[in-house]
C-alpha cells in the first residue's frame, strides 16, 4: 500500500524557516510524481510544489518561488520528500500534505489529479 506520511511542521516566526518531510513507502519512485499541498483556514487546499523522477522536473507556484524548494532522496525501498520553507509569511499558515500520483500533473484540475494523499502537517507563520 502507498504511504505517506508528513513530518516537520511546527509554529516559526515570520521570516523564518522550516523544513517538512513526507516519508513516501509502497511505490516505486520513479513512476511518480510527489507533491505538497496546503490548506489554510477558510480556503481551498492548493497546489504548492511537486517533483518528478519521471523527467526530474520540479514546479512551484507564483507565491512560493525563490523561498520554497522541493527535493527528494531514496533509500532502499523508502523515498523522502522535503520541503524547506525560508522567509516564511502569515499568508503560509496552513495544513501542508503530501501527495503521490502515478503519471502527470493534471493541473488544470485543482487537485492536480493526486492518487493518494497524507494526513498533514501544520504549520503556523506567527507575525
Known amino acids: 500500500d502507498v504511504q505517506l506520511v508528513e513530518s516537520g511542521g511546527g509554529v516559526v516566526q515570520a521570516g523564518g524557516s522550516l523544513r517538512l518531510s513526507c516519508a513516501a513507502s509502497g511505490f516505486e519512485f520513479h513512476d511518480y510524481v510527489i507533491a505538497w499541498f496546503r490548506q489554510a483556514p477558510g480556503k481551498a487546499r492548493e497546489g504548492v510544489a511537486s517533483?518528478?523522477?519521471?523527467?526530474?522536473?520540479?514546479?512551484?507556484i507564483d507565491s512560493v518561488k525563490g523561498r520554497f524548494t522541493i527535493s527528494s532522496s531514496s533509500r532502499s525501498s523508502k523515498t523522502t520528500v522535503y520541503l524547506v520553507m525560508d522567509s516564511l509569511k502569515s499568508e503560509d499558515t496552513a495544513v501542508y500534505y503530501c501527495?503521490?500520483?502515478?503519471?502527470?500533473?493534471?493541473?488544470?484540475?485543482?487537485?492536480?489529479?493526486?492518487?493518494?494523499w497524507g494526513k498533514g502537517t501544520l504549520v503556523t507563520v506567527s507575525s
Open positions: 501527495s503521490a500520483l502515478h503519471g502527470k500533473l493534471l493541473l488544470y484540475r485543482s487537485d492536480w489529479g493526486m492518487d493518494y
Open positions: 517533483i518528478s523522477n519521471v523527467d526530474e522536473s520540479t514546479r512551484y
